[in-house]
Each structure stands twice: as C-alpha cells, then as structure tokens.
C-alpha cells in the first residue's frame, strides 16, 4: 500500500474513532467492483464485506430497539429500523464519515459521479461494518455503529427525521380515498451525468404536488412531500376535488 493510502485511512481511523489492526481489510471495504474490474493486482472488491456488514448491522440496530423499545409491538420496531439503515441514512453519514473521498472506484464509475451515489456509499459504509467487525469483534463493531444510529433512531422517535413521503402519501390516499398516486415524469434537463428529473403527483386527475431531483426517486419523494402536506396540513387540494378546480 502507497504511504498516501496509508495516510488517509489513518485519518479515516482517527476521524471515525475505529483502529484496524489490519489496514489491508479496510481499504479493502473501500475497493468497488468497478475499481478491481480495471485493476489486475487488485482482484477483490467490498461486495462480501458489504453481504457482512449489512447482517452485523441489521443485528446491532434489531438488539438495540429490541431493548429500549420494550413497549412497541414488532410492526413499529421494523419501521424504525427500515428508515435508520435506509440507504439516504447510510449514504448520508458515509460522506459524513469522508468516505465519498476514500473510495476506490473505476474511471467509467468516477466519470458518471459514482462518488455522491448514495448507494455505492452507502454499501461502502456496510463494508467498513462488515470490515471492523472482522477485525474487532462484535463488541467494538456494535459500539461503532450505535455511535453513529443512536442519534438517527432518536431523530426517529422524536419526529424529527426526514419522512418517506411517498408511503405517507399513499397510505392516506389509500385509506382515504380508496385510490393511488400517480407520478408522471413531466421533464428532464442537464447531461447524462448530471441530470436534473422533474415529476409531478396526480390523484384522481388532479396534480397535487411537483418537485424535482437527480433521480425519479428523489423527484417523487419531493412532490410527494408537497402534496401530503398540502393534504393533510393545510386541507387543500384534497384529492376528492374533481380535476380543474
């Protein structure tokens, strides 16, 4: 290993507040497919550090809200979890972490932006997971992680963390009104690399909501956002109102 590699993952270790006795097995979790597919002396990806992390990390959150949560029946426990190991959570405290800048990827990979991608970052952080609980043992593993959910859980239980506004939609929608959101994908700008989507929501026949993002994922989340509060917070725009008034 380069001593300019070395040098950033002990910054990594010391920002992270982890210690790998194996330095190999980390920068390991940071090597993507796409990296060892241009690259002959270096073979192996993170792809099965990441199949580890993603079950030592589903136990360590599962245990935690087990314990703290002994009131909740196990439909409640599984939302939160859904939303804490989420790939926007995941991908969100990756780049905190400065993994966006330790990733080892291939050129066709770093020319298409594959460094903000949440899902390559957000599988990159289950690979550190999966990595330091190799090297550490469950214990130290478990503290890593509940270092870095315990906050995004609480943000959870306190009602302040960012909602899936697609499933409040169409769960209210759904109760409501017996019917279902419907996205329409009204434009798109910018090159292939940086495309910019713009979507609209529609309830029967009636656009309820607009909003735009660098995927059709993020654009239905956004108008999705604007037509449940629209919705349910300020009554207007009810999807019961014939389309045109």
Same mark, same amino acid.
């Given at each position: 290993?380069?001593?300019?590699?070395?040098?950033?993952?002990?910054?990594?270790?010391?920002?992270?507040?982890?210690?790998?006795?194996?330095?190999?097995?980390?920068?390991?979790?940071?090597?993507?497919?796409?990296?060892?597919?241009?690259?002959?002396?270096?073979?192996?990806?993170?792809?099965?550090?990441?199949?580890?992390?993603?079950?030592?990390?589903?136990?360590?959150?599962? %245990? &935690?809200?087990?314990?703290? #949560?002994? *009131?909740?029946?196990?439909? $409640?426990?599984? =939302?939160?979890?859904?939303?804490? @190991?989420?790939?926007?959570?995941?991908?969100?405290?990756?780049?905190?972490?400065?993994?966006?800048?330790?990733?080892?990827?291939?050129?066709?990979?770093?020319?298409?932006?594959?460094?903000?991608?949440?899902?390559?970052?957000?599988?990159?952080?289950?690979?550190?997971?999966?990595?330091?609980?190799?090297?550490?043992?469950?214990?130290?593993?478990?503290?890593?992680?509940?270092?870095?959910?315990?906050?995004?859980?609480?943000?959870?239980?306190?009602?302040?963390?960012?909602?899936?506004?697609?499933?409040?939609?169409?769960?209210?929608?759904?109760?409501?009104?017996? %019917? &279902?959101?419907?996205?329409? #994908?009204? *434009?798109?700008?910018?090159? $292939?690399?940086? =495309?910019?989507?713009?979507?609209? @929501?529609?309830?029967?026949?009636?656009?309820?909501?607009?909003?735009?993002?660098?995927?059709?994922?993020?654009?239905?989340?956004?108008?999705?956002?604007?037509?449940?509060?629209?919705?349910?917070?300020?009554?207007?725009?009810?999807?019961?109102?014939?389309?045109?008034?």
């Amino acid at each position: 290993m380069k001593p300019e590699r070395k040098k950033l993952l002990k910054h990594f270790e010391k920002s992270s507040g982890v210690r790998f006795k194996n330095e190999a097995l980390l920068d390991l979790a940071f090597s993507h497919r796409s990296f060892s597919n241009e690259n002959a002396d270096h073979r192996e990806n993170n792809e099965r550090l990441e199949f580890l992390g993603d079950s030592v990390l589903g136990l360590v959150v599962s %245990s &935690y809200l087990f314990h703290i #949560l002994a *009131d909740r029946a196990e439909g $409640d426990l599984a =939302k939160i979890k859904s939303f804490v @190991v989420s790939e926007d959570i995941l991908s969100g405290l990756a780049r905190n972490l400065g993994i966006d800048q330790l990733l080892l990827i291939g050129k066709g990979e770093e020319n298409s932006g594959g460094r903000t991608k949440k899902a390559l970052l957000a599988d990159a952080l289950e690979a550190v997971f999966g990595a330091y609980y190799l090297d550490a043992g469950f214990p130290d593993a478990q503290k890593f992680i509940l270092e870095l959910l315990v906050p995004e859980i609480n943000n959870v239980l306190e009602d302040r963390h960012k909602k899936d506004y697609k499933t409040l939609l169409q769960e209210y929608v759904q109760k409501t009104h017996k %019917s &279902y959101p419907r996205y329409v #994908l009204m *434009d798109k700008t910018g090159p $292939d690399h940086d =495309k910019t989507f713009f979507m609209d @929501v529609q309830v029967n026949g009636k656009t309820l909501g607009s909003g735009s993002g660098k995927n059709k994922k993020e654009a239905e989340q956004e108008a999705a956002g604007v037509a449940y509060r629209a919705i349910t917070e300020t009554g207007e725009g009810s999807p019961a109102d014939p389309p045109g008034n």
